[in-house]
């Protein structure tokens, strides 16, 4: 970690304050002096005082500094946070012996071991710090297991003894000493996943961290592993991290890309990924190895060359972006052909819709009301409307289904400009279903981009359009002839949903009454008049 003085000294003295904490705690607990206990509670402003002047230093140094060092100082700002808070519950601890009786028969011995082992812990911060040592923060993280383990075998003596109904006061008091103490093994843990994550750039826990040297160490040979270099790439929604793993030693080495995150989702992407290597090979990546931990897992996936669909529109040439849409166009076009099947699967727009809708009111209450009247013209409620719209949707089906990708925003699609190909990436809602699924997400996930540079928006207006006019090339092919009733219900619940992610309230109430035109405008449609529907497709991206 790249710290300055003002930073290290203060914290220096941080741990030594909390360190004074314990130790007339301890003192209090062996010897029962009154005096360990004044001397205790009149340090409470010297810990917080330490604590801010750490804090408002990192803040400085975050904002001055590249995101290259901005972990480091986020990482000793919390662990500056969890020492104080360390400080807090030994006082914590001392205040409860106010509830004891003056002929209390509370052992206080039993928490000296305790205490013991948090003083010890505490002696590892400043070397694990100092020498990027991430096997004594490895360490630091284990002692909050004993104290857990500990804690709970008085949890069960003291529930043992309430049982008798004696001296029960004194006993509540020394259960919540003995909680206070487990507490500081939770600090001690949070201070151990941000030494982690200070080193290794990017926010980690213990049990992330396990998992990446896990994956890492399974795959490769334990020298080799030595060499890595971890990098953040993103964090997504779900909570998986992203990262990639590159070897500075080695010029020939393929850059990999790490996520871990739930095993359910991350199983999800395996199988998707596997299906796609089955039904069309190339356009999706390797996957490396997979290893599961708990509830957790990771994947070590191939790194792909290219941008990203929302790079190319942002920032990348003309003559670019229309070789990658011509690219795009060739390979929907290919695994629409060959995954072609007659069975129908529809997409059931209406009902995800309202399976998102208590999200998108969480965030943006005022989208969600009761009927209203202006005159005679009465306005249901966005819930009553997307129910009636349901009714006609249940009657429209899909006339095929072929196997799509589940999440195609314009983030998890590739484009390499050098072998000129297209590759997905984040497959784990891949199936057959309705196409329109994909080219509803694909629209709006370019509308929703937030950049307000006309330029910009132009170039994502005019890629909407040439996708548009891709997918209806084929769609008439096809004899697909509910293909814009059905895309308008796919864009009206995309363009709502997405409004849980969005908190600038102007760009989200425009999202949200595009998608009620749209629903109005289906509900209205009388079922002779399905077929000759057009999505107003200027009205809905001039902006």
């Keep these: ?18 360190k004074t904490h314990l130790a007339h705690l301890q003192n209090f607990f062996a010897q029962g002096k009154v005096a360990h206990a004044h001397r205790l509670l009149e340090r409470s402003g010297h810990a917080y005082n330490l604590n801010l002047r750490v804090q408002n230093a990192c803040m400085k140094h975050v904002a001055l500094q590249s995101n290259q060092h901005s972990m480091s100082y986020r990482a000793v700002s919390r662990i500056a946070s969890e020492l104080e808070r360390i400080a807090e519950l030994a006082r914590e601890c001392l205040q409860q012996m106010n509830f004891l009786h003056s002929g209390a028969r509370l052992d206080l011995s039993v928490y000296l071991p305790l205490l013991q082992k948090v003083d010890k812990s505490i002696d590892l911060i400043s070397r694990a710090l100092k020498d990027r040592d991430t096997q004594l923060a490895l360490k630091l993280g284990k002692t909050e297991r004993k104290l857990e383990k500990s804690y709970k075998k008085l949890v069960s003596q003291y529930t043992r ?3 008798k109904k004696k001296h029960t006061e004194d006993l509540v008091s020394g259960l919540f000493i003995a909680h206070a103490i487990e507490q500081m093994g939770d600090a001690l843990l949070n201070i151990s996943d941000s030494i982690i994550s200070g080193h290794m750039g990017q926010p980690l826990d213990l049990q992330r961290y396990s998992s990446l040297r896990s994956t890492i160490n399974n795959w490769l040979e334990e020298d080799l592993a030595a060499q890595l270099r971890v990098t953040p790439l993103a964090e997504t929604r779900s909570g998986s991290g992203i990262s990639t793993i590159d070897n500075p030693t080695d010029e020939q080495w393929q850059r990999l890309v790490y996520k871990d995150g739930s095993k359910r989702k991350l199983k999800e992407e395996l199988e998707g990924v596997n299906r796609w290597h089955d039904i069309y090979p190339g356009v999706a990546p390797h996957i490396h190895t997979y290893q599961k931990q708990g509830d957790n897992a990771a994947l070590l996936i191939e790194h792909l060359n290219g941008e990203t669909f929302e790079q190319l529109v942002i920032k990348s040439p003309q003559k670019r972006r229309k070789k990658a849409m011509t690219s795009l166009k060739k390979t929907l076009n290919s695994i629409w052909q060959q995954t072609y099947t007659d069975q129908p699967n529809p997409a059931n727009f209406m009902a995800q819709t309202l399976k998102r809708l208590p999200d998108v009111y969480s965030v943006h209450p005022d989208f969600q009301h009761e009927r209203q009247s202006l005159g005679s013209y009465k306005i ?7 129910k009636k719209v349901q009714k006609k949707e249940e009657k429209l089906g899909a006339p095929f289904s072929v196997f799509i990708h589940g999440d195609f925003n314009v983030d998890n699609i590739i484009y390499d400009p050098v072998e000129n190909k297209i590759n997905f990436i984040d497959l784990h809602r891949s199936c057959h279903m309705d196409y329109v699924q994909d080219v509803s997400v694909f629209m709006v996930s370019n ?19 040439q996708f548009y006019s891709i997918v209806q090339t084929f769609a008439r092919k096809h004899n697909d002839d509910t293909f814009e009733v059905r895309l308008a219900l796919g864009l009206a619940r995309s363009f709502v949903t997405s409004t849980r992610f969005i908190l600038d309230h102007t760009m989200a109430t425009r999202m949200y009454l595009k998608a009620r035109y749209l629903l109005e405008q289906v509900n209205q449609l009388p079922r002779h008049k399905l077929t000759d529907y ?7 991206f001039c902006d």
């Design 1 to 18: 970690m790249v710290l300055t003085p003002a930073i290290t000294d203060n914290l220096h003295f941080l741990i030594a304050e909390v």
């Design 534 to 540: 057009h999505v107003p497709l200027t009205e809905l």
């Design 380 to 386: 249901e409620s966005f819930d009553a409307l997307v």
């Design 161 to 163: 003894q309430l049982k």
């Design 447 to 465: 509308y929703r981009l937030q950049v307000l540079d006309e330029p910009v928006r132009r170039r994502i207006r005019q890629q909407v359009e």
